[in-house]
């Protein structure tokens, strides 16, 4: 097995799209449009000839060397054109270079990794299969969410399946978002970037909610590879809560793309109430890991302790 690190300069841009394509647990973060949109600067692991790719997204704060999860990716890791064994990603996690001094990255679904080697912790995240029709999928959701969707079509909620993705943002950043401060303004950006494309490569749909004002109350931003629809995105006011706007979009979604050859991925989550939600509808519990390396002298976990802090 012969693994390189490449700058990203270095990496064939097709090949490694290819290799995504083809790859057994392929996903929509890995493509080389999206990193380049989302990632200030990524590197890579490679094996041989594109047969397995590791990309590596990287800062450097305070003179270290790191090796994080950006945002709006949930799951990289390794991916490769065959089924993986734990050896495999072992190997491909001792390949890291030394350099990255921390690193606090999310494997796959499919990356098992040795737990005694390494430090992991285990991700929650919620998954449907709606290969069946919508009426059988229905028939599985909780009463909660039952009440909820009666709810939303008393309000006559209207549904805009081609909405504007800034709205989407706005909506998010007015409301949910400024609990998230450590989002930058050039993270949203870059969101928005990578939205786009996605949209214009035809791997994108942007679902918005509006009430009877016509106002937004709730928007989606899916994205489709693989055989999965990845629920990555969602803004929602307060007056869409109290109508049950989220329960009315994500139903419509379910219901638009029953009987197809999918997953739908609600991406997560760890969050106990948010993960009910979506067990409402039916989804079952997946995991994924988080591993984390530190290489760190003491002065440098000193200072990436206060970084961490502050942010």
Sequence with gaps: MNIRYLQNHEIDQDKWDDCIVHSFNGLVYAYTWYLDAICEEWHALVEDDYERVFPLI??????????????????????????????????????????????????????????????????????????NSYTQIKTKYSKNLQRNLKKAVDANLSLNKNANPDEVIRLFKENKGKQYRHITESDYLRFKRMVYTAVYK???????????????????????????????????????????????????????????????????????????????????????????INRMNCFQKIAFRWYRKLK
């Design 202 to 292: 035809g791997m994108a749909d942007v679902y918005g909610v509006y009430d009877r004002t016509n106002e937004l109350c709730a928007g989606g931003i899916f994205m489709r590879s693989h055989n999965r629809a990845s629920f990555i995105f969602s803004g929602l006011s307060d007056s869409g809560k109290e109508l049950g706007a989220m329960p009315f979009l994500l139903d419509a979604y379910i219901q638009d793309h029953a009987e197809r050859h999918l997953t739908f991925d609600f991406e997560g989550s760890n969050n106990e109430s948010l993960a009910r939600f979506y067990k409402g509808f039916g989804a079952q519990k997946i995991w994924y890991s988080k591993l984390i």
């Design 58 to 131: 990287m800062k450097r704060k305070f003179g270290v060397d790191l090796l994080y999860q950006p945002f709006f990716t949930q799951q990289l890791g390794l991916f490769s054109r065959k089924i993986l064994d734990q050896d495999v990603v072992d190997e491909f996690v001792n390949k890291i270079p030394l350099k990255f001094k921390y690193v606090e990255i999310n494997l796959n679904t499919h990356n098992k990794i040795d737990v005694q080697k390494f430090n992991i912790t285990p991700q929650l995240n919620l998954e449907l299969d709606i290969i």
